[in-house]
């Protein structure tokens, strides 16, 4: 038996990317980067997403049941950095239909969820299930409604940035 516990230094091994997921909730606008994402079936098209218990995103997504996901790319670290603590939405000044959260401006898709400008990609989607009761994540199985590219490009991956953890 090993003296030191390397299993989180093992699960560090596998491969994440970063994500910023968006919804509303009773608080309003929330947005945090993620990092456990998987595609989860091809029919339908669904997606399954671990979120933080607790947190506003958590409230968010588990009340609406709707939220976006943005696939952030390898030059947007900036972006993904922006939703690591929980951040107030304001109005844009110039703009009318545009919003703002941890600095990113985004505006309201049709069915009332945030999406960025800024985002490489982005998936709008609803919840049909929720797994993990027993966890401190929600593991939210999700169909993909809506889906967005403003430009090819690579995605940033948890491994090429310092950190550890997207949650």
Request: charged content about 20%; proline content about 4%; hydrophobic content about 45%.
């Amino acid at each position: 038996m090993p003296d030191k516990d390397i299993t989180k230094d093992v699960l560090r091994m596998f491969s994440y990317g970063l994500f910023v997921a968006a919804s509303v909730g009773a608080e309003g606008p929330s947005a945090a980067t993620v990092s456990w994402v998987t595609q989860a079936s091809f029919e339908p098209r669904l997606i399954a997403v671990a979120m933080r218990k607790g947190t506003a995103i958590h409230r968010a997504v588990e009340s609406s049941r709707r939220f976006s996901l943005h696939i952030v790319s390898a030059e947007q670290r900036d972006f993904a950095k922006a939703f690591f603590k929980a951040q107030p939405s304001t109005a844009d000044e110039q703009e009318s239909t545009l919003y703002i959260i941890g600095g990113q401006r985004y505006v309201l898709s049709e069915a009332g969820v945030p999406v960025f400008a800024d985002a490489l990609a982005w998936l709008e989607c609803e919840v049909v299930e929720t797994a993990n009761a027993g966890g401190d994540h929600a593991l939210f199985i999700s169909r993909i409604l809506v889906s967005g590219l403003r430009a090819p490009g690579a995605a940033l991956a948890l491994r090429d940035t310092p950190w550890h953890y997207g949650g």
